[in-house]
């Protein structure tokens, strides 16, 4: 018989039913979202987390590719009340331990209380308690993945859209959805994909028009080269950043972040924007906010349930970030106009380039 156990820090072992056997370890975190697992199993922002679905049936409409946000799956393991079929043979095929009928209401309960943990998963025909335990004990903290950011980013620069006849936006891939480079396509922009780690005379080679820090797992603090992108780049060419894009922005412009107990993970987070006064549903999916955006950048959404920041603009610089995802994929898409202001923002300065010079 398969058996399977998930030990949570603190050293307390959930017993489920197992799914897609394995072995694996990771912060243990829970998504609201009850639509969208193909989007979300597919989310590189999950590398290194074991993700807890709370809703309760997950795989109802099947595994499509065509949903998919990068070429596997991300969470290290899955934990569920009920796992179709479908889902537990992906999870299966692509190496990735899966339990359910577990109560996870206990397990959301016990994150919302003790925060994001390590825990440690064993599933297979003669596993023991002790194996998840042992893969417990192994499990490191979050932060301490300092170079998380080559586990998820292309290794080559990658071009998308060359004949495309929008501004060039350079895409520091930290773990980047692809929903994120086909909303910038759609809208005509030719999009030039670095890795998390791009030297700066290798990004400004391509002069581009928009420098766009991506979403990606991890803490902000452990993508140095991106930091340092943002700091050469910010005082002559627009800046713009989704989710870990806009974390790494405030640490580069003179602000902080810091770690949430337990985050936002799921599709109907409230933001308000502070000067229309106008509530939008958002998808998110983070652990990580900024604490203090720092004197060159501005609050100008928030968390409607916490007040933490969900959109900031540069105070003297072209810098537009949001903490949520506007590209949904899964959730809602109320915030899709973010592309076009970004791609406003491009274009106005690509215009005022092409300005000849003896003019
Ligand atoms: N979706 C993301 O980009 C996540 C950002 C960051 N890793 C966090 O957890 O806060």
């Not at 999950?46 to 807890?52: I, M, R, S």
């Not at 795989?59 to 934990?79: C, I, K, Q, T, W």
């Not at 692509?94 to 919302?112: K, M």
């Not at 060159?296 to 959404?301: A, D, N, R, S």
Request: hydrophobic fraction near 35%; include cysteine.
């Amino acid at each position: 018989m398969t058996e399977a156990y998930v030990a949570l820090e603190g050293g307390h072992v959930l017993e489920g039913r197992g799914r897609a056997s394995g072995t694996a370890r990771g912060e243990l975190v829970f998504t609201t979202a009850y639509t969208g697992y193909e989007e979300s199993l597919t989310d590189p922002s999950y590398e290194e987390q074991v993700l807890t679905f709370s809703y309760p049936l997950i795989g109802n409409y099947g595994v499509r590719e065509e949903r998919f946000e990068s070429d596997r799956v991300h969470p290290r393991a899955v934990l569920a009340k009920e796992l179709t079929e479908d889902v537990a043979e992906w999870l299966e095929s692509e190496g990735v331990p899966a339990v359910d009928h577990l109560d996870t209401r206990e397990v959301v309960t016990d994150i919302r209380d003790g925060g994001a943990m390590k825990c440690g998963i064993a599933v297979g025909e003669d596993v023991t308690e002790e194996d998840a335990l042992a893969e417990l004990e192994q499990c490191k903290a979050m932060s301490d993945h300092t170079d998380i950011g080559a586990q998820v980013s292309v290794d080559e620069p990658i071009v998308h859209g060359e004949d495309n006849d929008g501004p060039d936006v350079a895409l520091i891939d930290c773990g980047a959805k692809g929903s994120i480079v086909d909303s910038l396509l759609e809208r005509d922009a030719t999009v030039h994909v670095f890795p998390y780690d791009a030297a700066t005379e290798d990004v400004a080679a391509v002069a581009p028009d928009i420098l766009f820090i991506s979403n990606g797992p991890g803490d902000p603090v452990n993508f140095e080269g991106a930091i340092e992108l943002v700091e050469e780049f910010v005082e002559d060419t627009p800046v713009a950043g989704i989710c870990l894009g806009q974390q790494i922005v405030a640490e580069a412009l003179g602000g902080s972040t810091e770690k949430m107990d337990f985050g936002h993970r799921g599709v109907n987070q409230p933001v308000l924007d502070l000067e229309s006064g106008q509530v939008v549903m958002t998808t998110q999916n983070h652990g990580y906010t900024v604490a203090d955006p720092g004197e060159h950048l501005e609050v100008t959404q928030i968390n409607v349930n916490d007040d933490t920041p969900e959109g900031i603009d540069g105070v003297e610089f072209d810098v537009i970030t949001r903490q949520y995802h506007p590209e949904a994929n899964p959730g809602p898409e109320d915030t899709l106009d973010f592309f076009d202001d970004v791609l406003a923002m491009a274009s106005e300065r690509a215009d005022s380039r092409a300005v000849p010079a003896d003019d």
